[in-house]
């Protein structure tokens, strides 16, 4: 007898078998879960993080103080929570401005005819030819510094990929029989374009956004540890992360091993959520 | 047979050229609009000692005071002429930063390029193999948390771990201090590079290793491997047969793309090692207004880019037998 | 003598339905098949009944998500997994449906050799090549240069070269033009004077007649006839399943008339013979007992009520 066993979808011992979606909606359920976490933490400790306190300066980890506090008394990890929500903050702006500027060229490109989609197509390229990071650097430079430059950057750069994606989607669409067939029967372009491609198209723009964020995220914080980004009055993860470089060689570890894995975490909770859903809408990979 | 590659590159030359020219019109521009003034960049926190008259004579000397049209003229004809302008910060040609800049960086980054392409691949191909086994999610899990780490953390780890608690390797710089440049060896200029070629490559190997795991797993699940498979092949046979050839070309496209990730990595390694490449001297150009070097690294870097991926191309057309000619029978 | 059996074959897939619940669906159900030394077989029915599972079943390929069971022998002895490792490309061969099974990058001459067994595959490919008329240009070439019939021929010599016992060949011919069909299945039918049994899966009944000894009718995801192809003649009395004569009747040639409504999904399950809803000769008891595999004259029949 020849037979080959349903394949035990799930690695722990527990007595339930999950598939791998339901595996999928309960990872992504506990990322959602922290960063709900980090969001309310960081509204709660905004006055810690700024506080200061001379006693209890260069404290290493400890039950009070989980992330230590740094050389002005100020407890770390109040501080790396506001740090991560600023960060955040920027790299949703920075994200979702980026997929705007990638739906409104995406389709430009698509639907204006063959030389908007030449001129659009060499943009992408335009800005495919420069690294990221310098690109960023330029456009920091530009905007002098700040928040300003930093969301502008991020949005910059980052909108190109989608941008192809969305374009080559709406293009196979409009070649589409079933769009051409509503559009012969008389449908007008709005109801064709609601209809049938932005339901398309909000899947890809959904998981775009989710894929983004976290890149946005890292390159916010990369441009500011680089002292181009946020002030150092405000208390990004970048700046402390930057700032803590002058007290490694005195031992004082927690300012940089903490907060880094903080931003880690969450940059891969957000990526993992991206993931998932990807997974799920992809039709080539859903059925795995 | 020559024509071809001589129209190859005709084309990529023509492609280049009008690249670097748009890109510089755009820079310029965007520079000639930034609120940095760069008179007081340059002078920095003297600038109230600094009187009127010498703040016009240094207007004149680097030609600020003229309109930005005529400005972007002057450089740019400048710039025909090989001369890229002179740098406000380090007081010497651009184009000499850049070489002695980029020779240092150089080695950092191909080394790292090499290092992280070779142990992205096999682990990618391994994972592939072994996918869903234990290693093959040790594999994943790894490089998934890698990829959403900043490079200039793993930096800051590194130099913990290795230079301030272990001590092995020194904490920055390219070059031992206070050691005379005759008397500095290759091995001091290894040791001073090995901690930020480390991080590079740290960060390299991750989207490399998922990406050609992808790819394998596209191939050993595509209906040639099946056939081959229903023709007896198996096992490491199969995979190095058929696997390989198949993803050789995306794995090359990716490794020669990879120049604009790692030059982005280069100038955060840089920045948390001091070590004396082009990264650190963007970032120095950028923070201090120094507009010249800013644009001629801006051209640099468009130029290093476009030649990766020109090298992608080229490399493509050889091994791929359909882009090679020969139609239907 | 059997060569190859295979008896309550069932391949069902796990899918999802909705966001995140699954389901298995049955596609093959309870099979029955035999084939002997020397004889050529078909497999005749509509197009997507699962026909060619059967196939990656025998020789062991079907896809991660699918489930097994039933048995396979070859030779009488029980196949499982590792056996029919060991099996494929040299005592059992498979001529794949599509040109996509060639490897892009590598040249066909090549991709051919690999199957061949013996001192010289170079000599034997060639060999090969002349007997199906291809130029001998054609072994340096990559598959996108072929052409249709080309990449058909390749394929089949891929079996060919191997000496294999057995062939199974998956809709070799389709999309062939009418000369080319005779002629490939002509060359398969030589392979079997010389000893080899080969399995032919097809949905051209015609072409699938000319050349077979025995035909087997599939039906739903299971075999419904087996019949000596003499047996399809005439108005298709000598037949024993309701579905073979309505087949044979639908035939252009013959009365071309259809039979009314369309397969059973493989989702519906259902108790009684899966046929039952066209079936003219439907009692009660199709409707509440699924029939057996039984002997019937000199074929087999899955049925209640044939006689």
Not at chain 2, 189 to 197: G, S
């Amino acid at each position: 007898m020849m037979e080959r066993k349903i394949k035990r979808f799930t690695k722990w011992k527990f007595p339930i078998y999950l598939n791998r979606r339901q595996r999928a909606l309960l990872s992504v359920f506990f990322a959602v879960c922290l960063l709900v976490a980090v969001g309310i933490g960081g509204t709660l400790l905004e006055s810690r993080a700024i506080s200061t306190s001379l006693t209890e300066r260069n404290v290493p980890p400890s039950f009070e103080h989980p992330f230590g506090t740094d050389w002005l008394g100020r407890d770390m990890f109040a501080r790396t929570i506001s740090g991560l929500v600023l960060s955040i903050q920027v790299g949703l702006i920075g994200a979702a401005s980026s997929v705007l500027i990638a739906l409104s060229l995406g389709l430009a490109a698509a639907t204006w005819g063959r030389t908007a989609d030449r001129i659009i197509s060499w943009l992408i390229d335009l800005f495919l030819s420069l690294p990221h990071l310098v690109t960023m650097i330029l456009i920091a430079f530009v905007s002098g510094g700040g928040m300003k430059g930093v969301v502008l950057g991020v949005a910059l750069t980052h909108w190109t990929s989608l941008a192809r994606v969305i374009r080559a989607e709406v293009l196979q669409l409009k070649s589409a029989e079933f769009v051409q067939v509503s559009r012969r029967l008389g449908k007008s372009r709005w109801w064709v374009a609601s209809r049938h491609i932005f339901p398309h198209l909000i899947p890809q723009l959904l998981v775009g956004l989710l894929l983004l964020f976290p890149h946005a995220i890292l390159h916010e914080a990369s441009i500011t540890f680089l002292g181009l980004g946020l002030s150092p009055h405000q208390p990004a993860i970048g700046i402390i992360l930057s700032e803590s470089m002058r007290y490694l060689s005195t031992g004082m570890w927690w300012l940089t091993v903490l907060p880094g894995l903080a931003l880690l975490t969450v940059v891969r909770a957000f990526d993992r959520i991206g993931d998932h859903l990807h997974l799920m809408l992809d039709p080539h990979r859903s059925q795995e | 047979m020559q024509l071809r590659w001589i129209r190859f590159l005709v084309m990529k030359v023509l492609r280049l050229a009008s690249l670097l020219i748009a890109v510089s019109v755009i820079s310029f521009w965007l520079v000639s609009l930034s609120p940095v003034d760069p008179i007081q960049a340059y002078i920095g926190a003297d600038m109230l000692r600094v009187g009127t008259e010498q703040r016009q004579a240094i207007a004149s000397y680097w030609g600020l005071d003229l309109p930005p049209m005529e400005r972007f003229i002057r450089w740019a004809a400048a710039l025909l002429h090989g001369d890229l302008g002179t740098s406000m910060i380090y007081r010497q040609p651009v184009a000499e930063v850049i070489h002695e800049r980029f020779s240092n960086s150089f080695w950092l980054m191909a080394s790292s390029w090499i290092l992280s392409g070779i142990i992205g691949f096999v682990s990618g191909v391994i994972a592939a193999m072994k996918k869903d086994t234990w290693v093959d999610k040790m594999i994943t899990w790894y490089c998934y948390t890698l990829v959403s780490t900043p490079t200039f953390w793993i930096g800051l780890m590194l130099l913990i771990i290795f230079s301030v608690w272990l001590g092995w390797l020194p904490v920055g710089l390219g070059v031992p201090a206070g050691v005379l440049a005759e008397q500095v060896t290759i091995e001091d200029r290894l040791r001073h590079m090995v901690l930020p070629m480390l991080t590079l490559s740290i960060v390299g190997i991750a989207p490399i290793a998922l990406h050609t795991r992808q790819k394998l797993i596209d191939v050993l699940t595509s209906e040639y491997v099946r056939f081959a498979i229903a023709r007896g092949e198996q096992g490491l046979g199969l995979v190095l047969r058929h696997g390989l050839r198949n993803i050789a070309l995306p794995a090359i496209s990716l490794q020669f793309a990879s120049f604009s990730e790692l030059f982005g990595g280069a100038v955060l390694a840089e920045q948390v090692f001091s070590y004396p490449g082009l990264g650190q001297a963007t970032v120095e150009a950028g923070l201090r207004g120094d507009v010249p070097l800013l644009l001629g690294l801006v051209l640099f870097s468009t130029l290093f880019v476009f030649i990766g991926n020109g090298l992608a191309d080229f490399l493509y057309q050889i091994v791929d037998p359909r882009l090679r000619g020969g139609g239907k029978a | 003598m059997a060569i190859l059996e295979v008896e309550n074959l069932s391949v069902s897939f796990l899918r999802y339905t909705g966001m995140f619940k699954q389901q298995t669906i049955r596609v093959i159900e309870d099979l029955h098949l035999s084939i002997n030394k020397g004889e050529m077989m078909a497999v005749v029915g509509a197009s997507g009944s699962g026909k060619s599972l059967l196939a990656h079943a025998i020789l062991g390929i079907l896809p991660e998500n699918a489930q097994m069971s039933g048995m396979i022998r070859y030779c009488g002895e029980t196949l499982d997994p590792v056996k029919q490792a060991a099996l494929r490309g040299r005592e059992i061969a498979f001529v794949p449906q599509s040109v996509n099974s060639l490897d892009p990058l590598m040249r066909v001459g090549a991709q051919v050799r690999m199957t061949a067994k013996g001192k010289d595959p170079i000599a034997k490919q060639r060999e090969v090549f002349q007997r199906y008329r291809l130029p001998e240009n054609v072994e340096r070439m990559y598959p996108f240069q072929l052409s249709g019939g080309m990449a058909r021929k390749v394929l089949l010599a891929t079996a060919t070269v191997s000496d294999a016992q057995v062939i199974v060949a998956d809709e070799p011919t389709s999309g062939m033009h009418a000369d080319d069909v005779k002629e490939a299945l002509q060359q398969l039918k030589k392979l079997t004077n010389q000893g080899c049994a080969v399995l032919l899966i097809t949905h051209d009944v015609e072409a699938a007649l000319e050349t077979a000894h025995r035909v087997a009718v599939f039906f739903a995801g299971t075999i419904v006839e087996i019949a000596p192809s003499a047996d399809f003649s005439g108005d298709g009395e000598r037949l024993r399943h309701p579905y073979s004569r309505a087949l044979w009747s639908a035939l252009p040639q013959n009365k071309f008339m259809p039979i009314s409504g369309v397969q059973p999904h493989p989702n519906e399950v259902r108790e009684g013979c899966l046929f039952a809803e066209h079936c003219p000769l439907t009692t009660i008891d199709c409707k509440n007992k699924r029939p057996e595999m039984r002997e019937l004259r000199e074929g087999m029949v899955r049925c209640h009520h044939a006689t």
